[in-house]
């Protein structure tokens, strides 16, 4: 496809690998500040999602990457994909298509824009400029009209993605995650948006104190929240440590083929338990262990009886890589970040989960400057545990303009309902609301 400003030329490719690798992650680099601390754009984690066979048209991740060429620059790129079901994407429209089935239409295959089974906010319609984004953004819709496609869909965008499909005329759709920050925010700060990709926060308790810096220590982040926060997590912290577990992690290089074996056959369990099979593969790990080391931060979960330690869970965290912030990894502003991905479990223990999954990456962030740690998608048992709730983004566009007027209507009401339960949860900070609340 031509655009005859500026001389364009709009490419739509059957892979991410028909992307060069440098050219990619430089237009990620050029986005708003910190879009090049999240991993999970990166050219890397997309081609192995490819390689590894987990995101392929065999399991309904058919890639069609649209990239904005002028010249030999790559201007604009997205990762695009034709999809045949509505799994691993976390943003729900199995009403949508059941409606369009019951009126004889075909909701399948639709456009995808959005990193496979990963719910991470970030920047989706990379570009140079606000104008080639908006570009971009038009080429994806006349594509999907020429395609006959039902619908083209825009999952956990970043404001300046935002911006352009709101101008663009797309429908904008709210969801919510939980996040923690490294200060202690009141709720209400926290819950308009979603922060800025590599954004820190020096913000306060009610009556105006702030914390400019993160907590000193665990004890410090305990002491933050109500009595009634405090005690019940030191209580589930004790249950774990009383079984007899101690944890033991690893980072990037650090991580033996050996843990990886044994984090993916934890993995691997804990999805067939529910009744799925694990979205991943095994070789998808290799490939990010051989060519994202950096990103990935591996917790082991251990038994000790009669002088011999076991392992018995694992959990998986992504983490921006420290080399990728110029100002140093004792920078209160660095933006780092580390995410809640993957756990599994052989053993059942209490409260294990929530000391792997939440309570030591958080003691990890607090110990090695980590401004922020994602809990990923839904989960509201997460703001007990300090993760406030944050709204996320999707845009959608429907071909079919009564279906595209009742998914407005829908999506108004919906929006409502958000913001009457984000008021709701407003209600229920975990943090301490008077300076008498002390006790320990």
């Avoid at 509505?86 to 004889?104: K, L, P, T």
């Avoid at 308790?205 to 305990?222: A, N, Q, S």
């Avoid at 229920?428 to 008077?434: C, D, K």
């Amino acid at each position: 496809m031509k655009n005859n400003s500026n001389d364009y030329v709009i490419r739509v490719l059957d892979s991410p690998l028909d992307v060069g690798a440098a050219d990619w992650n430089a237009l990620l680099a050029a986005q708003s500040p910190g879009a090049a601390l999240n991993p999970f754009m990166r050219h890397e984690y997309l081609a192995a999602l490819h390689q590894s066979g987990s995101a392929t048209p065999e399991t309904g991740w058919t890639p069609r990457f649209v990239t904005l060429w002028q010249g030999a620059a790559l201007a604009a790129a997205c990762p695009l994909y034709l999809k045949e079901h509505s799994y691993g994407e976390y943003v729900f429209d199995w009403a949508w298509a059941n409606a369009y089935q019951q009126h004889g239409l075909d909701y399948y295959p639709k456009a995808l824009v959005a990193v496979p089974f990963t719910p991470v906010p970030g920047a989706r319609l990379l570009a140079r400029t606000a104008a080639e984004r908006t570009l971009l953004l038009k080429a994806l819709v006349a594509w999907c009209k020429a395609e006959k496609l039902s619908s083209l869909h825009l999952l956990f965008a970043n404001d300046d993605d935002v911006s352009a499909c709101e101008e663009s005329g797309l429908m904008l759709r709210s969801t919510v995650q939980f996040h923690w920050q490294n200060v202690a925010p009141t709720l209400a700060a926290s819950r308009a948006s979603l922060p800025p990709e590599g954004a820190h926060f020096a913000l306060g308790r009610p009556g105006g104190e702030t914390f400019p810096t993160g907590y000193r220590d665990f004890d410090d982040f305990l002491m933050s929240l109500s009595q009634e926060k405090r005690k019940k997590i030191r209580q589930e912290r004790r249950k774990v440590l009383d079984a007899g577990i101690t944890f033991r992690w690893s980072l990037g290089a650090d991580i033996s083929r050996a843990d990886w074996d044994f984090f993916y056959r934890c993995y691997e369990r804990t999805y067939y338990e529910h009744g799925n099979a694990p979205y991943l593969s095994r070789d998808f790990f290799q490939r990010m262990a051989d060519s994202m080391p950096e990103n990935w931060l591996l917790f082991v979960a251990e038994h000790t009886l009669n002088g011999k330690r076991q392992p018995v869970a694992t959990s998986l965290i992504a983490v921006s890589a420290h080399s990728a912030w110029a100002g140093g990894i004792n920078d209160p502003q660095n933006g780092l970040t580390a995410y809640g991905r993957y756990w599994g479990a052989l053993a059942r223990v209490d409260c294990l989960h929530f000391e792997a999954c939440y309570y030591q990456p958080l003691q990890w962030c607090m110990e090695h400057g980590y401004q922020h740690f994602e809990g990923g998608a839904q989960g509201e048992h997460k703001m007990a545990r300090a993760l406030l709730p944050v709204k996320t983004t999707s845009a959608h566009w429907l071909a079919h303009p009564a279906f595209a007027d009742a998914i407005e209507r829908f999506l108004s009401r919906e929006g409502a309902g958000i913001d009457s339960y984000m008021s709701d949860l407003e209600r229920r900070s975990p943090f301490r609301q008077a300076a008498t609340d002390k006790t320990a």
